[in-house]
Structures are given as structure tokens and as C-alpha cells.
């Protein structure tokens, strides 16, 4: 079945660090993978996407690149700031039979210091 | 705005008592999801919905029910055969691979 890996937390920082949290992933054919970022007593934002091989996804300065050779999605950051503290989930999409579930990776809590 | 609201932000139950979870979306989308999300164990599936009047187990439904009698609401029910329901919930409703979440209940056995 599919399933995604996601580095072990927690990872703590210093502010502009910079931020690379690893993801790899198990499924056959070409998934669709994103980053969801949930902040303290909140529900899941969509950080990113790509839907394709050597896709980039990219939003508020983070970014993660589709590697089909490797099987990875690892997102990173050039400089972090504390507002990003949050915990990170990995996941994919497999369509089949007209369902878009989502497989989660078990999440990766950043804490950003001053 | 189109969201989902999740009801109560926080809940209490006591042991033997059931409880419904309520999620109500406004996006007029047509599959809505159940998830418990505990410390490190990411987040898992107990029950989703791609139409009116269905819904399939996912991979945790023992314990829990649901029904879906209208497009906008999916209430959660946590019933006494859950022997461990003390966890946060979110629900969550997409258009084919676009998800938005509710900001989640926790739930509290006391």
C-alpha cells in the first residue's frame, strides 16, 4: 500500500537557520505529494504541492521538489523564522476509483528559538 | 466565507457515555473525512464520505460511526466501544485532491 516516511522529531532551531525536513514515499505509479502545516490547537493549511516528477512546489519561502528517482519530497527553507514553528506533514494522494484520499507521514514538529 | 466548522472545541466524556462530534462545511464539497490525530502517530483515517447517504470505514473505524444524511454535514458519533477516545479529531471535506480542514476537537475521557 502507500505509505510516507517522514524525519523524527522534534527539530529545534535557531532563527535563520536554515530548515530541511525529509520525506520519502512508497506507492506505485505517480502520486500527487504535499506539505500541510498545522500551527498549536489548529487544524491542517496546505504549505505546498506538485503533482508531477521535477515539479517544485514553493510557498512563503519554503520549498520541496518532486523526485520520482528517489522516491522523495523533502521540504526546506533558507531562513526560518519563529512564526514557523508548527508541526509539518508529509503526504501523498494515489487517485484510483475516483477517491483522493490522503496518506500522512506521522508529522514533524519545528520549534524556531530567537 | 466557505469553511468547515468543527463543534465543540472541546469535549469531555465520561466512561460508557457516547458523544457526537460535530463538522458542517459550506464548500459544497462532496467528500468529507474523519481523522484522530495523536502524538506521534500522525493522523488517521476512521471514516470518509464521497456522497450523500455513504461513507466507508477507513483505517480506525472500530468505535466510531458516522452518517451523512446531507451534503454539508458529517457528524463523528464516539461510542463507548472505543476503549481509548481521549485524542484530537479533525474533519475535513475536498474537491478532487484540494483539502480544507476544520480547526479540530478534542476530545477528553474523564
Not at chain 1, 59 to 65: I, V
Not at chain 2, 22 to 40: I, T
Request: aromatic residues 12%; proline residues 4%; glycine residues 10%.
Amino acid at each position: 500500500g502507500n505509505s510516507v516516511t517522514q524525519m523524527e522529531g522534534p527539530v529545534t532551531l535557531s532563527e535563520e537557520a536554515f530548515l530541511t525536513i525529509n520525506c520519502t514515499y512508497t506507492a506505485t505509479g505517480y502520486p500527487s505529494l504535499f506539505w500541510y502545516v498545522q500551527y498549536p490547537g489548529e487544524g491542517l493549511q496546505l504549505l505546498l504541492k506538485a503533482t508531477k516528477a521535477d515539479d517544485k512546489g514553493s510557498n512563503k519561502g519554503f520549498e520541496a521538489t518532486y523526485r520520482k528517482e528517489t522516491t522523495s519530497f523533502h521540504l526546506e527553507k533558507g531562513s526560518v523564522q519563529v512564526s514557523d514553528s508548527a508541526v509539518y506533514f508529509c503526504a501523498l494522494i494515489k487517485p484510483g476509483a475516483g477517491s483522493y484520499q490522503l496518506t500522512f507521514g506521522k508529522g514533524t514538529k519545528l520549534s524556531v528559538i530567537p | 466565507d466557505g469553511g468547515i466548522t468543527q463543534s465543540p472545541k472541546y469535549l469531555f466524556r465520561k466512561e460508557g457515555q457516547n458523544v457526537t462530534l460535530s463538522c458542517e462545511q459550506n464548500l459544497n464539497h462532496d467528500a468529507m473525512y474523519w481523522y484522530r490525530q495523536d502524538p506521534g502517530q500522525g493522523l488517521r483515517l476512521i471514516y470518509y464520505s464521497q456522497i450523500v447517504n455513504d461513507f466507508q470505514k477507513g483505517d480506525i473505524a472500530e468505535g466510531y460511526s458516522v452518517s451523512r444524511e446531507k451534503k454539508e454535514s458529517f457528524p463523528l458519533t464516539v461510542t463507548s466501544a472505543q476503549k481509548n477516545p481521549t485524542a484530537f479529531y479533525l474533519c475535513a471535506s475536498s474537491i478532487v485532491d484540494g483539502y480544507t480542514f476544520g480547526s479540530g476537537t478534542r476530545l477528553t475521557v474523564v
